[in-house]
């Protein structure tokens, strides 16, 4: 089978690997020329990926069976439309239930329409004068953020972004100046986790948990990134993830694809659910509308070989076999390489050296993210995450080890969270959840709402079937 691959991270790498192992062919329409993707490819063309014309073109050209979108922007902008108008079968959802995560306005009305729990309390002003009030109505903490894409560095938490309630009602005013739509959401308190799906007309098909470290520095200082590295555990659960919890996580996942349904939009690709674990339960952060970046290069690196290919061309004709879904029984830790400077200002220009033969030797393997080849072992950083190295073992901390011993071949000006799966790091993550959830501790603001008191009234859909419907 012939798959198109557009995007050019290390999701996309990653996505490439997985699929080369079962021994796809690959064609890569990327802006950047990723050296790890390219060396997968048949044929890799620099396009920019929001074009829908143009990576129509170059599938048809290329006479793909299967197209499989990794980043948002492209979602965004009607490529996986443009494919399936081309009869092109896609991975990856219409842009309209893309809006899961090009809009979060749009994904929380969805959800408090059909009474999905796990929801945080919220409000969406539309006003500067809404927004003053939005805010002083919050009894604790809060957090605004933009309702559009951000690649996760538009959000600001109160208490690590901004002090006072005034500052946060600031930053959204100046949102709303801007002409974007904002939310502002009570601040919950608890661990994050991401459990991603593949999602099709047959149902929906779980990955592994993962943990991502979104904060730029070490002890989840820094501002918010896109991910500066995450980790999985070898029952596909979290050290502080219980299976009862991240099957209430599922059930939100299955809800939320059941009310995209009920809305007559179909969905064919990866859903995202970025989770906090609070006192109560799984409180939905976000959604995405695909592979995470980190979380796709831990989950996909458990892929066992031989038919990835399958599974995916099986999401996007609408039926996936069920015995396909195979991530090995390991941990997973992934350590981002980023530009000094990443998360704020990152110095995009910069050279990195390093000898991935070696790296790969001692059982650490090299994803490219948004580098370009610089000559033979050497990368430029953009002003993007540069190199992903994933480490796999039994137990995480040990998978964290594998990363950290790789470095020595590892030459340049970067910067990468040593804290990301050490044992340390890990304990403390479970004494938070332990602590939060002692008999005794004071009460979960947030018993799993139903929705918001804010969100607009119910106007249609049929909440009890959602929470129901069989697991499937
Ligand atoms: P999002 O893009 O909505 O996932 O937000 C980015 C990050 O902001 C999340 O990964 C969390 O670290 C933080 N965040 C978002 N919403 C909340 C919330 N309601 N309470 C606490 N932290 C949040
Ligand atoms: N790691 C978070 C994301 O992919 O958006």
Redesign the pocket.
Known sequence: MRFLVVGGGAREHAIARALELSEAEIVVGSANANPGLDRLAVRSTRLDPTDPARIVALARAERVDVAVIGPEASLAAGVADALRAAEIPTVGPDRAAAQIEAS?LFCRELLARHRIPGQ?KWVAPASVEEADRAAAGFAGPF?V?PSGL?S?K??W?QGSDFTEAKDGAMYAKSLLLQGTRVLL?????GE?FSQMAFVTDSGIYPMPAVQ?F??ALEGDHGG?TGGMGAYSQRDHLLPFLPAADRDRALEILRGTVEALRAERLSYRGILYG?F?LTAGGP?L??FNARFGDPEGVNALTLYEEGDFAELLAGVATGHVDPSLLNFRQRATVVKYLVPPGYGDHPRAGGVLTLDAPAIEATGVHVVYGSVDAAGPGQVRFTSSRGIALVGEASAIHEAGARVESALRYVKGDYYLRHDIGTKEDLARRWEHIRRLRAPGARPSPLPLSVASPDAPPASHGAPERLLSSPAR
């Open positions: 979060k945080p957090v953020k951000t996760g538009g959000v938490v959401e009570e601040k919950l308190e994050e991502d979104k904060r918010n970025g906090m409180v952060l976000e």
